[in-house]
């Protein structure tokens, strides 16, 4: 019991949910001193295989992959299927011989997947793994318990329990992961819009916006800053130019020269993001702010709005000021055509140490071939799908 409560703490700290998987699979696996084991998960009309493990197979090949039960591949839900049978009935089922299945149990074993594998499997335990509402989320299967000399024997039906309550607590662990994600996407897509929104005024592109983010994110992560910087940033970052809700179109889409009075009102975005955000308790708001803030500052102290100088820029602003003028600088805007890659290098290297802080320049050029990969994959100016 002490050992499942460990388990339990440990599950709920997880947040990367392959790993979790893995960690529950061979927690079970011990529990039970079962070779083999895979996860499913109900995903619709599907069981999806999750997670496979298989002792004996990953001796034979020294690679753990088997041909057929590969996660990632799905089989039909059926209650033909004893996976498909648990999953949709929450029934556990434990026999100590799956080649001789009771003529009148509705499921039967597919003993393709042995053949494939170049396996046998004996004794199998498979419970579902429900959450407190009762819905089930997957099934864990268990194969070939193993005594002390290596011989397969039943699993004891003492274990049931035990490898359920372990299923629950997967199945409670994967709906907050899950959970996690779907906000997290939501909260990025909602801010990705509401700066495309803002920038709607100004001639930048959703594009723009995406790549000055990873930009940031792949800079941060270069100059050692810890991973929850790094996605706290890869956030803020999109939001640089909000304040920009505030200028004037006149102002933003005029084509020509500004005047200085008029320069002087442009600049005002940053004041205006940074009042956007004030008062806000949540970090990547509060980052947000800072960098609407900071993203004009230049290191030698010439830049605007309050002619900070070296450190005494926050490096977010000081990151996102250089992945905002380099993408300025690649892509082409309507005062100017896109600059090869090397004419921006240039451009960049000239800068480090009066515009840039020159850490900053070198952590972006180590970092060119993530770089380029992400204006690659956000090249064209499309507008938010
Ligand atoms: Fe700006
Ligand atoms: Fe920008």
């Not at 004893?82 to 009771?102: C, F, H, K, Q, R």
């Not at 270069?222 to 790094?230: H, K, N, P």
């Not at 960098?291 to 605007?304: F, Q, V």
Request: aromatic share 6%.
């Amino acid at each position: 019991m002490a050992r499942l409560n460990q388990i339990g703490i440990a599950l709920s700290s997880e947040r990367d949910l392959d790993k979790l998987l893995s960690t529950i699979l061979s927690e079970a696996r011990k529990f039970t001193s079962a070779e083999a084991g895979t996860l499913y998960s109900v995903e619709g009309d599907k069981l999806r295989f999750l997670v496979t493990q298989n002792d004996a197979l990953d001796q034979l090949d020294g690679r753990g992959a088997y041909p057929i039960s590969t996660p990632g591949q799905s089989m039909p839900l059926s209650r033909e299927s004893m996976a498909g049978y648990v999953a949709l009935t929450g029934e556990v089922i434990n026999l100590p011989d799956v080649y001789a299945i009771p003529p009148d149990r509705p499921y039967r074993f597919n003993s393709e997947y042995d053949r494939l594998d170049g396996y046998h499997s004996q004794s199998m335990l498979m419970v579902p793994m429900t959450e407190p509402d009762g819905t089930i989320l997957g099934v864990l299967q268990l194969i070939n318990a193993l005594d002390g000399a290596g011989q397969v024997v039943p699993f004891e039906s003492r274990w049931e329990g035990l490898v359920m309550s372990l299923a629950s607590q997967a199945a409670v662990a994967i709906r907050n992961v899950r959970l996690t994600d779907e906000l997290k996407a939501a909260y990025l897509d909602t801010v990705l819009r509401l700066s495309v929104a803002a920038e709607y005024k100004d001639h930048d592109t959703a594009n723009h916006i995406r790549r000055m983010a990873q930009y940031s994110a792949v800079i941060a992560e270069e100059l050692g800053l810890d991973a929850q910087q790094v996605e706290t940033l890869r956030c803020a970052a999109p939001m640089h130019d909000v304040g920009k809700i505030g200028v004037p179109e006149t102002i933003l889409q005029k084509p020509g020269k500004l005047t200085e009075q008029e320069y002087d009102e442009m600049k005002r975005h940053t004041e205006m993001g940074a009042s956007i955000f004030e008062g806000s308790d949540a970090p990547v708001l509060r980052m947000s702010g800072t960098i609407a803030l900071t993203h004009h500052e230049k290191y030698d102290g010439t830049g605007y709005p309050r002619g900070l100088r070296g450190a005494e820029i926050p490096i977010e602003g000081q990151i996102a000021a250089l992945a905002d003028v380099f993408d300025a600088l690649s892509t082409a805007r309507c005062y100017k055509p896109a600059f090869p890659v090397e004419k921006c290098l240039e451009i960049l290297r000239e800068s480090a140490g009066s515009h840039f802080n020159p850490e900053v320049v070198e952590a972006f050029i180590r970092r060119l071939h993530d770089i380029l990969a992400i204006r690659e994959r956000y090249a064209s100016a499309q507008a938010l799908r």
